[in-house]
């Protein structure tokens, strides 16, 4: 908006000290001191004008020009305010990055997150590999005892032994120098428990248990594989074992079969030696402790490194996020100042119109007295307008600073809805406006009644607005629980199942074409919401749909009994 050509209007500025304040608080409160002047400077010399019957054309003069000033001054004020600059309030509502506790309970969680299953990995893969290691080590040793048993027949008894000696039964002589050269030989191996000499029609021809002499083998995989030509080995229970063992209480026993050529190369029968593994378990055991001690440092060192590593990346995508979040939220508060500077400049420039246009009109012209008092009548009306705008901005302001203040006590909502209802105004003819909360039929409530008040003042106002149709628009309140309900219910436009959840939030109008020639700037309810919370109380809606109404609802506590 810019001053007509040829007049002498002045361009106030905003307050220096409104510039100059630091913090939210200091810049809010000098806002609201500075609008609030020129709106009094700007009523009062209007309803000076409007209180006499002759005014002398100097000071007729002098008020329009003040009037004037005060107006352009508000508009400066509140264009410096929807810039979101340096010289005014932030923007009500623009959103803050995350707060440096809850990136560090972000980063510690990923971290832990990231300890726990890289912990839980590693200890199974420790577990696993160590599993595999001791069956190493036990495949190990008992390959070691083969390779040793193997060494001492091939070195010691097969020179000995004759083919004859597994083709029939031996005589009493040659079992004594077989037995004989078998103690020999057992000597060396402190861990042998048991010996037999099988025959190739696996039958057994020798044994340490003289009563297994002469028994068949009925199955048994590693003999028809030693027999073939194939040294076995493995490790079973001792008490599967075919013979009566030399030492008691073992839990488990190694088998070694080693063919036994002794005429060449065709296989004459198997020497099958039992050994004890108790020594070989420990010497495993201790390799096993060993290498397990190697391997979960070796994690651990692995473990750390990552730790450290993903610490590094995990910093490195934090800020990263954060400069996502800063740029969105730049990008969110560019929109909402959009938005509002819209929303503003959109419910301002009537007003402001106004009052600049009829001001002008009469400081430069003769107006016939019949026409100034319509035109001073009309000044006073945009007036309040922008000041009940000024005041919804500057509550919106006190809300997010948590500055706005209630004072709640007993009282009842009767007295409440009276004194909406009569300082209303004007109700259009189309519409009816029925009050069914009457004086002592309720229970009293903890509220504030001025803001109890407003918010009834904000929730008819819709209702009548909204019915461009006409209809009835009631007050009605009921006790619910350990509350008072007050409902303000119309039969107007009506809201959609999709709306609803968005009609308290803040500069938020349903868009369609039943309502884009109604004005508001969207904040109405997101107030009246907020001031019914800071009550204790709660605020919803409800509407069946398009073209049926809409019902909103404020519950409120109910004062506290005394105890007798």
Do not use: C
Not at 103 to 126: D, E, K, M, Q
Not at 359 to 380: F, G, K, M, Y
Not at 478 to 491: H, M, N, P, Q, Y
């Amino acid at each position: 908006m810019s001053p007509r050509p040829g007049t002498r209007t002045r361009w106030p500025r905003v307050p220096p000290a409104w510039r100059r304040r630091g913090g939210d608080a200091g810049r809010s409160a000098d806002l609201e001191h500075a609008v609030r002047g020129q709106l009094t400077v700007l009523i009062g010399e209007l309803e000076l004008v409007l209180g006499r019957d002759e005014v002398p054309a100097a000071q007729r003069e002098a008020s329009a020009r003040r009037a004037t000033d005060a107006a352009w001054a508000i508009e400066n004020m509140l264009a410096g305010t929807a810039a979101g600059t340096g010289a005014g309030p932030p923007l009500p509502g623009q959103p803050s990055a995350p707060t440096g506790r809850w990136r560090r309970l972000r980063s510690l969680s990923l971290t832990t997150r990231f300890t726990a299953v890289a912990a839980t990995l590693i200890v199974a893969i420790g577990l696993l590999v160590n599993q595999v290691t001791d069956r190493t080590l036990q495949d190990s040793a008992l390959a070691d005892e083969a390779a040793f048993a193997s060494n001492t027949v091939a070195t010691r008894l097969v020179p000995f032994l004759r083919a004859a000696d597994l083709e029939e039964a031996l005589s009493g002589p040659r079992f004594a120098e077989i037995d004989r050269r078998i103690q020999e030989v057992a000597r060396d191996d402190p861990d042998r428990v048991g010996i037999v000499l099988w025959r190739a029609d696996r039958t057994i021809a020798y044994s340490s248990d003289s009563q297994v002499i002469g028994r068949q083998a009925v199955d048994d995989d590693e003999l028809v594989a030693a027999l073939a030509g194939v040294a076995q080995r493995e490790t079973k229970p001792a008490r599967d074992a075919e013979i009566r063992l030399d030492r008691a209480g073992l839990a488990r026993v190694m088998e070694v079969y080693l063919p036994l050529r002794l005429d060449g190369t065709r296989v004459n029968g198997v020497f099958e030696i039992y050994h004890d593994p108790t020594h070989s378990d420990r010497r495993v055991a201790e390799a096993d402790r060993q290498i397990s001690r190697v391997l979960f440092a070796g994690l651990g060192i692995l473990l750390l490194v990552l730790l450290v590593v993903v610490r590094g990346a995990s910093a490195q995508l934090r800020r990263q996020s954060e400069q996502l979040v800063a740029i969105e939220s730049r990008r969110e508060a560019d929109r909402l100042q959009t938005e509002f500077v819209g929303v503003v400049s959109h419910e301002l420039r009537t007003p402001l119109t106004a009052l600049v246009g009829f001001s002008e009109l009469l400081l430069t012209r003769d107006v016939p007295e019949a026409n100034r008092r319509q035109w001073t009548e009309l000044l006073h009306s945009g007036a309040e307008r922008l000041r009940h705008l000024v005041e919804e901005l500057l509550d919106v302001t006190r809300i997010g600073e948590g500055g706005m203040e209630v004072r709640p006590a007993p009282m009842d909502v009767a007295d409440a809805v009276r004194d909406t209802l009569a300082a209303y105004g004007p109700v259009p003819a189309h519409v009816q406006l029925v009050n069914s909360v009457h004086p002592g039929q309720l229970p009293l409530v903890l509220a504030d009644h001025d803001r109890l008040v407003q918010i009834l003042t904000n929730l008819v106002s819709n209702a009548v607005k909204y019915s461009p149709g006409g209809g009835r628009v009631e007050v009605l309140a009921r006790v619910a629980g350990s509350g008072l309900r007050l409902s303000v219910t119309d039969e107007g436009l009506g809201i959609t199942s999709d709306e609803l959840p968005r009609v308290f939030s803040r500069f938020h109008r349903i868009d369609d074409e039943n309502r884009r020639g109604i004005g508001g700037t969207g904040l109405g309810l997101y107030i009246a919401q907020q001031l019914v919370e800071l009550q204790g109380g709660t605020m919803s809606v409800d509407s069946p749909g398009i073209g049926q109404g809409s019902r909103f609802h404020v519950t409120l506590p109910l004062q506290p009994q005394r105890r007798a």
